[in-house]
C-alpha cells in the first residue's frame, strides 16, 4: 500500500486531499460470513513447543509471559521503551537474553509514519530472535477499538455506533480492513472489541461498548471478532467480566451483582463469542465481582471459560491488572502473590510490561510458592499462538508483508520508505463512511428534515467546528495525539461545518459556538441566540469530548455524575429552543444525555455516537435527506438525569409505579430510530402456536415499505415470559433482521423462535427452559411494537447448557437466508 506524500518538519507525512470529501460509502453488507476454520498447528510446530518447554530455563519460560511497553522509533530505528506513571520499565537490553513474549503497542504509543514505524518493529523483532538463544520473536499488540490506533490510520465509529448500526455484515467489513492493515505492519494482536453490556450509562466507558442488550452485544462483537481473526489477527475479548457493572457508573468501582445478572447478562455476549467466532484472546477486567477479583477468579478464568466452554487461547491481563491484586484489591500482600495468584486463575500473560511476572514469580518458582507446571500450562498456550503465525518455524522472516517488496535493508531504507505505506486507503473511507451512515439514529422529526434547500442556515455548538468531535477516547488522535500538538493529524478531519458547506453549497452557513463542551461561560450565548433569529433553521450541535482519565466527558475514566448535558450545552439549548426558529439537533456523544424540553420541542433529533472521520459527511447526509436514516439506539436515551442506573432490560419493579415519585421511562427506549420513509407490518400468522421445551415455535409477517423513497427498517424481536419461576426482565431482544425496501416492496420475514433462546438462570443456579406462555414481541423497537404472537411451551422444565442453541431465526423469505443477527 503506498500514498503520494510529502514530509514536513515533524517528520511525518502530510495527508494528501485531507480536505477533499471522500468516496461515496458502499450498499450496506449482507450477513456476516462463518468464521473460517482455522488450520491446526502443524505436527512440526506442536513437537517444537514441547521441545522448547523441555529445553527452557524458568527465566526463558516466565520471560515469553509478559511484554515490554515499547513504541516504534519515528525514525525507524528500534522501539524505547516507554516512560508511564505505573512503574519504570525495564530496558531492552536487560529483557533480550531471556527473550521477551510480548510488544506492547508499538504504534499507539508516539506518532510515527506508518513505513518506519514497521521499520522500527522489524528491526526490533530481528534483535529480540538474535537476542535469546531459541530465535524466538514477540508477538506485537496494539489498540483496535475504533480502528487501528496508528497514526494515519482511518478513524471509525466507535464500538456503540456498531451497535448502533444494527449490521453485523458492516462490522465484520470493517474489522476485515483493521485486521489487514495491522498485520500488514507486523501487529499480530487487537486488543478488542469490548463485550461489556452497558448498565449505566454514567460511565465514561459506554462509547467503547456496543449497547445495553447482551444479544446485541453478542452478535455484533462476534462479527468483528470474524473479521478481525479472519485477516489473521488475534482478537482480545474485554473485559471478562462484569467491569462495566461497576458501581454508581464509576471506572473501575466495585462490582455488586448477584449469579444471574452476571449469568444472564454480563456473559452471554462472551460465551457467543467464544463459541461462535474463532477469538484466540481474552482479557481479564480489572474489577471484582462482590469481592472476588476477575484477574484471581480460576472458577470465572478456567472452570468456565476453559473447561466449560472451551475456550484454548490465551488470557491476558488488562493493563497492570496483576499488580492491582496487591496495590487495589489488597489480596495479595506482595507481587510474588499476586503473580502466583493470577497465574493460579489462569492469566498466561501479564500486560503491558514486565513486572510482577518477572523477578517476582521467578522468586515465589525458587521459593516452591508456585508450581511450574502451571507456568509450564501458560507457556504452552502463548507458545502455540506464535506457532500459528509461524514464528517458531525454522528461518521464520520478521518481515511485514507491507515492507516485504521495499528492501527494508537497502541504503537510505528511512527516507526511501517514509511516507509509502497508506493506513488509511479510500476503501477503508468507504468502509467508514457507511457504518456511518447506517448507525446515525434520527431520534425525532416533525417533517423538518430532510432540509429542503434552506437559505440560511445556523450552525451552533461547540462540536460544529471541531475536528475530533466525532472521535472516541480510543483513537489514535484522541488517545495518542492529544499529547502531541505540534504534530499534524494524520488523516482527513473534517468539520461538520465542513461537510455542511459541501453538503448545501447555496446555503450561508452561519457558526456561532455558543459554549465550549464543558465549560460554565455562557458568554457565547447572544451570538448564538442572534444567529438562530436570523436563519430558516438552526443546526445544533452537542455532545462530548472524548478524553482520558477525566480530561474528557466521555471515555475511560471520564465518568458522568449525572446524564444531563456537560457544561451549560443543556442551557444553551433552552435558549434556542425559546428563539422559534426550527432546531435541528445533532449530537456527537460517546453515551446518551438527558434532552429536556427538546425531546419534544425540537424540530428533530440527530444521534450519532463519535462516528469517526467519516462521520461529519454522514450526518450531513441525515440533514439533506441524501441518507435516509436506518440506525437505531443501541441504549436508551433518558427522559431524566437522575434515573441511573437504568436499561430497557429490567424487571417489572423498575419501571414506572404509584409507589415511587421518579419515573424511569426513557424519552426514546432501546432500539428507536425513525425513517424517511415509512413501514407497514401486516397478516401475522403463528404456524407454530404451541411447541415442546426442546422445540421450535416458528411464525411470519409482511413487511411493506409504504413511502415514497427506499428505507430499511429493523425487526426486532422480543421475548416476553409472563410467568417464570425468577423474576425476568419485562422482554429481552432474542433476534433482528434489517429489511431494506424500495417504496411500495414487501417481503415476508420468517421467525423461527428454538425454546433454548427463551432460558434463563434459575433458582438452583442452572440454565433452564420453563413450559408455560409466551409473547413473542415484533417491534420498530423495544417501546413500539407492531406484531404479538402468544404461543407456549409444552412438557416437562428442560435444563440447557452451553450447547443450546443462541439464536432465533429471523430472515426474509424472498431471500433465503438470515440477516442481522439471525
Not at 100 to 123: C, I, K, W, Y
Not at 160 to 183: E, K, N, Q, T, Y
Not at 620 to 629: F, I, K, T
Not at 703 to 725: F, K, M, W
Amino acid at each position: 500500500m503506498t500514498a503520494n506524500v510529502t514530509a514536513n518538519h515533524t517528520g511525518l507525512p502530510e495527508v494528501p486531499g485531507a480536505d477533499a470529501p471522500a468516496v461515496t460509502a458502499p450498499a450496506p453488507t449482507g450477513p456476516r460470513p462463518a468464521a473460517p476454520a482455522r488450520p491446526p498447528v502443524p505436527a512440526a510446530a506442536l513437537a517444537r513447543v514441547d521441545e522448547l518447554i523441555a529445553g527452557m530455563t524458568l527465566e526463558e519460560k516466565t520471560a515469553q509471559l509478559y511484554g515490554l511497553w515499547a513504541g516504534a522509533s519515528p525514525d525507524g530505528a528500534e522501539v524505547a521503551p516507554h516512560q508511564h506513571d505505573m512503574e519504570v520499565p525495564p530496558s531492552l537490553e536487560e529483557l533480550l537474553p531471556h527473550g521477551l513474549g510480548q510488544l506492547t503497542r508499538p504504534f499507539g504509543t508516539t506518532p510515527v509514519d506508518p513505513a518506519l514505524g514497521a521499520l522500527s518493529l522489524l528491526r526490533t523483532q530481528r534483535r529480540i530472535m538474535a537476542g535469546n538463544r531459541f530465535g524466538i520473536p514477540a508477538l506485537a499488540h496494539d489498540e483496535c477499538l475504533a480502528g487501528f490506533a496508528a497514526w494515519g490510520a482511518t478513524t471509525y465509529p466507535v464500538p456503540l455506533s456498531w451497535g448502533a448500526s444494527f449490521d453485523p455484515g458492516l462490522v465484520h467489513d470493517i474489522a476485515r480492513a483493521i485486521g489487514s492493515d495491522m498485520l500488514s505492519v507486523g501487529v499480530h494482536q487487537g486488543l478488542a472489541p469490548v463485550l461489556d453490556v452497558v448498565r449505566d450509562a454514567r460511565w465514561g466507558r459506554v462509547e467503547e461498548t456496543i449497547g445495553e442488550d447482551p444479544y446485541l452485544v453478542g452478535t455484533i462483537a462476534t462479527a468483528y471478532i470474524q473479521g478481525l481473526e479472519s485477516e489473521g489477527v488475534v482478537a482480545t475479548l474485554k473485559h471478562f467480566a462484569g467491569y462495566s457493572a461497576s458501581r454508581a457508573g464509576r471506572n473501575l468501582a466495585p462490582v455488586s451483582m448477584g449469579p444471574r445478572e452476571r449469568a444472564d447478562v454480563i456473559l452471554p455476549p462472551f460465551e457467543m463469542a467464544v463459541r461462535e467466532s474463532g477469538v484466540r484472546s481474552v482479557m481479564a477486567a480489572y474489577t471484582d465481582t462482590d469481592g472476588l477479583p476477575s484477574t484471581d477468579d480460576e472458577a470465572l478464568l478456567t472452570g468456565l471459560l476453559r473447561d466449560t466452554w472451551g475456550f484454548t487461547g490465551t488470557v491476558v491481563a488488562d493493563y497492570f491488572g496483576i499488580a492491582f491484586l496487591k496495590n487495589l484489591h489488597a489480596v495479595a500482600a506482595d507481587l510474588a502473590g499476586a503473580a502466583g495468584a493470577a497465574l493460579g486463575a489462569g492469566v498466561d500473560v501479564e500486560l503491558p510490561t514486565a513486572n510482577a511476572y518477572r523477578a517476582p514469580l521467578r522468586a515465589a518458582l525458587a521459593a516452591g510458592e508456585v508450581p511450574e507446571a502451571v507456568v509450564d500450562r501458560a507457556l504452552r498456550r502463548v507458545l502455540l499462538q506464535k506457532a500459528e503465525f509461524g514464528l517458531l518455524d525454522p528461518g521464520y522472516s520478521p518481515v511485514p508483508a507491507a515492507l516485504a517488496d521495499a528492501d527494508p535493508d537497502g541504503p537510505d531504507a528511512t527516507e526511501r520508505l517514509r511516507g509509502t505505506i497508506d493506513l488509511d486507503s479510500p476503501r477503508n473511507r468507504e468502509r467508514a463512511r457507511a457504518l456511518a451512515e447506517a448507525s446515525a439514529v434520527l431520534l425525532r422529526n416533525d417533517g423538518t428534515l430532510p432540509l429542503a434547500r434552506p437559505a440560511r442556515i445556523a450552525l451552533i455548538g461547540p462540536q460544529a467546528a471541531t475536528p475530533t468531535a466525532v472521535l472516541g477516547c480510543y483513537s489514535f488522535p484522541v488517545h495518542v495525539g492529544g499529547q502531541h500538538p505540534g504534530v499534524p493529524v494524520g488523516i482527513g478531519l473534517p468539520t461538520l461545518h465542513e461537510a455542511l458547506t459541501a453538503e448545501f453549497p447555496d446555503a450561508d452557513i452561519v457558526v456561532a459556538q455558543g459554549c465550549t463542551v464543558d465549560g460554565p461561560g455562557t458568554d457565547g450565548f447572544d451570538e448564538a441566540l442572534r444567529a438562530a433569529r436570523d436563519c430558516d433553521v438552526a443546526v445544533v450541535a452537542l455532545g462530548d469530548r472524548a478524553g482520558l482519565f477525566g480530561r474528557g466527558t466521555s471515555g475511560e475514566g471520564c465518568d458522568a455524575e449525572s446524564l444531563a448535558l456537560p457544561g451549560v450545552q443543556g442551557q444553551l439549548l433552552d435558549a434556542l429552543l425559546d428563539t422559534g426558529t426550527p432546531v435541528v439537533l445533532t449530537l456527537l456523544a460517546g453515551r446518551p444525555y438527558v434532552l429536556g424540553r427538546a425531546a419534544e420541542g425540537a424540530a428533530a433529533i440527530v444521534e450519532a455516537f463519535f462516528p469517526g472521520q467519516e462521520g461529519p459527511a454522514a450526518v450531513a447526509g441525515v440533514l439533506s435527506g441524501r441518507v435516509n436514516p436506518s440506525g437505531r439506539l443501541p441504549v436508551s436515551v433518558p427522559a431524566s438525569a437522575g434515573v441511573h442506573p437504568a436499561t430497557y432490560l429490567a424487571a417489572p419493579l423498575a419501571g414506572a409505579s404509584d409507589v415511587s415519585n421518579i419515573d424511569p421511562t426513557p424519552a426514546f427506549p432501546f432500539g428507536h430510530g425513525l425513517s424517511y420513509t415509512t413501514f407497514g407490518w401486516s397478516d401475522l400468522a403463528t404456524e407454530t402456536q404451541a411447541a415442546p421445551t426442546d422445540g421450535t415455535l416458528r411464525l411470519s409477517f409482511t413487511l411493506t415499505n409504504t413511502g415514497e423513497r427506499a428505507g430499511a427498517e429493523v425487526v426486532q424481536l422480543y421475548v416476553h415470559d409472563p410467568v417464570a419461576s425468577v423474576v425476568q426482565p419485562v422482554q429481552r431482544l432474542i433476534g433482528y433482521l434489517k429489511v431494506a425496501l424500495e417504496p411500495g416492496e414487501s417481503t415476508r420475514v420468517r421467525v423461527a423462535v428454538p425454546a433454548d433462546v427463551t432460558s434463563f438462570t434459575g433458582r438452583d443456579g442452572r440454565r433452564r427452559v420453563e413450559p408455560g406462555d409466551l409473547e413473542l414481541r415484533l417491534g420498530a423497537s423495544s417501546g413500539d411494537i407492531r406484531l404479538t404472537a402468544r404461543t407456549r411451551l409444552t412438557g416437562a422444565a428442560r435444563h440447557v447448557d452451553h450447547t443450546r442453541a443462541l439464536h432465533a431465526l429471523v430472515e426474509r423469505a424472498d431471500k433465503g437466508t438470515g440477516e442481522g443477527g439471525a
